[in-house]
């Protein structure tokens, strides 16, 4: 059975651990002590990259020293030692993986898709997704464009609605704060609210949610909502695209976000 828990690391990422038949994977190492930490004695059996920003990567060349063992991710990121690109499949813990490209934080960014079977026959997946799609958000634009971005976002959402998302912070509750002024009227955003405050107030992750929790109550996912692209045009427009086109709804509502 696949069991995969956070790694708290710096002030708010976490480093997803896989653990599977006594195999152990890491997803986004930014640092390599709180991995050896929760290793204990295990071995490590392999690494995940998202994209090549320091906290996601820094800790790989210290893993790799202590346990010798394959980084899958972007090419052009040192240490990788089996380079990703999209539309690859392999096999990691005994289960499919599939590589789905999501420029727009960064140019390199990929998502990851570890797909697991139940005793039911039913499929879950499992979406690690950096830092494009956020619990109730999304990355800023370091090197892409808003339409490269959306784009990417977009992808994502046509995920199945069960599909468990595990982004690389916790910043949930303030990207609810946001959602909340960029839809007042939603009732899901509100009830998640309280949800994930209750969770922090223990010192509990509010990760993974669900694709249909995102789209739910995600306002970068919802720019087709008419009460949405109302709110964006007030915030952050130069009035060069109009409301009704999603790129420049989500350019609108990235530029609030920005500066909320």
Not at 34 to 49: E, H, Q, S
Request: proline residues 7%.
């Amino acid at each position: 059975m696949l069991t995969i828990s956070p790694i708290p690391a710096f002030s708010d990422n976490y480093i997803w651990h896989l653990e599977r038949d006594g195999q152990h994977w890491v997803v986004d190492p930014g640092e390599a002590k709180p991995v050896f930490d929760a290793l204990g004695d295990a071995p490590l059996d392999g690494i995940l990259i998202t994209h090549h920003h320091l906290d996601h990567t820094g800790g790989i060349a210290k893993l790799r020293e202590r346990y010798d063992c394959p980084v899958y991710g972007p090419g052009s990121i040192d240490g990788v030692t089996d380079p990703l690109s999209s539309g690859d499949r392999c096999e990691i813990l005994g289960l499919p993986l599939r590589v789905m490209d999501v420029p727009g934080h960064t140019l390199d960014h990929l998502a990851l898709v570890l797909e697991e079977s139940g005793e039911n026959g039913a499929s879950q997946q499992h979406l690690f997704c950096g830092d494009t799609l956020f619990a109730a958000g999304c990355g800023r634009l370091f090197e892409g464009t808003p339409a490269q971005m959306y784009s990417s976002l977009s992808k994502l959402s046509t995920l199945p609605p069960e599909t468990l998302v595990y982004c690389a912070h916790e910043y949930t509750v303030a990207n609810l704060q946001f959602a909340e002024a960029a839809e007042p009227g939603n009732a899901a955003i509100k009830n998640r609210i309280a949800e994930s405050k209750a969770l922090r107030a223990k010192n509990l992750p509010t990760l993974p949610s669900t694709i249909g929790e995102e789209l739910a109550t995600n306002p970068f996912l919802r720019c087709h909502i008419p009460a949405v692209a109302r709110r964006a045009a007030n915030h952050g427009a130069n009035g060069a695209i109009e409301d009704s086109d999603e790129v420049g709804v989500f350019a609108r509502l990235r530029r609030w976000k920005d500066d909320f």
